[in-house]
């Protein structure tokens, strides 16, 4: 498999190359220059794979000419024995035709451990096969730098340093990163906030020269190809195990940077019968407005209930703009190019196909708070804010009613346990059974001066030889 940058003018890369690559040089994002099919019988046979199975048939295709099929067995036998239930994505029902796929039984309760606990290991595969080590830097304002620390913690040839805004990150989801033993493992308290941090994550990408000769970042955030692959397993377990391919079903996913729900798109591609797809947002609509208003445009981040949300712009839509493009890097570097500049159009086309493809609906605070109640009232089934996000943007949905539709359950209510106090509702949700001492936990981690200097000092002096 060979993999293209969206903006046309960067090297093809085998799977090997990708997973250490962050943008491609142009600026784009690295996507499969074909994608695999599977046809209806392909599908058919999938039936009753248990999640490691069914990983196996649908990541080959991906990563085939890089590595072994013994190999990849094995990576994935161990990547999914972190998952915390038999099924490892289980669905709960929770209407006559709506289901929640409950993607928090990882180690982190968030969805991205699904694609962090692969990506450690698949990077220390192959780094081990090179005989070289890298630096993976990244900054977090919750779950991401949780799940990568948990993702790379036994990574031999990977030193790992996550920057949060001290003080702005909230206690469970701080501790979750500074209670994880592991002397690879650095977490960087910024006296600055989240933007501050990232810039500084950017300006290091962009001039790696304070680190080592034989060492080179390495990025965890979604532009990063194996993380999205990770993702459309999901789909379709969850539409085989209810019925495709001889059925066709609905999903609802709660979108920040676009990475989930492409994913989806993607299984849709190679063959899987998704009638639709639902973007579900809060109130950052950046998706929900182009698909209502022909118009992809920023506005002021807003904090909400659903701080995993909480983005201006999602990086992975420009992966989905390809496609809609007719595959046009040229045309698509210009139009990126304007999008820099201010707002920009989709052409009458593209945006017809985004519509046949996809719904959108913005969720409020408000009724993220009515959809949490509602739901525990109606079948004591407890909400984390971002799933409600899904189920309210379901309910609201034009999907016929006899079409399965299945919201992915992002996160663990234990998480976020305002919004369970917003909606009203006293019930305490306790962490899962190898959390419980979280609060007991020593923590690790350095508070350092808001300044790029100080920050590229410390991990220069931390990286292991
Ligand atoms: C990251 C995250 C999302 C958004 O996922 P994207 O791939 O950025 O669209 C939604 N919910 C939770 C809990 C998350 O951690």
Redesign the pocket.
Known sequence: MKYISTRGNAPELNFEQVLLAGLAADGGLYVPKTLPRFSREDIAAMRGLDYPALAEKIITPFVSDCIPQDDLRAILAETYTEFRHGAVAPLAQIESNQWVLELFHGPTL???DFALQLLGRLLDYILERKHQKVVILGATS???GSAAIEGCKHCKNIDIFILHPHNRVSDVQRRQMTTVQGDNIYNLAVQGNFDDCQAMVKASFGDQHFLPDDRRLVAVN?INWARIMAQIVYYFYAALGLGAPDRSVAFS?????????FAGYLAQQMGLPIERLIIATNHNDVLHRVMMTNTYGRQPLAHTL?P??D?TV?S?FERLLFDLYDRDGVALAKLMQRFDEGDISLSESAMQKARGLFSSHRVSDEETCQQIASTWRECEYLL?P?SAIGVKAAQSSDVAPEIPMVILA??HPAKFPEATKSAGLDQVVALPEHLHDLFERSERMEVLPNDLAAVQAFIASNIKA
């Not at 996913?253 to 729900?261: K, L």
């Open positions: 968030a969805f991205k919750g779950d991401t979604s996913v709660p979108t920040g940077n676009f990475g989930d729900i659903s995993s949300m983005i999602s992975n984390d971002h992002t996160a």
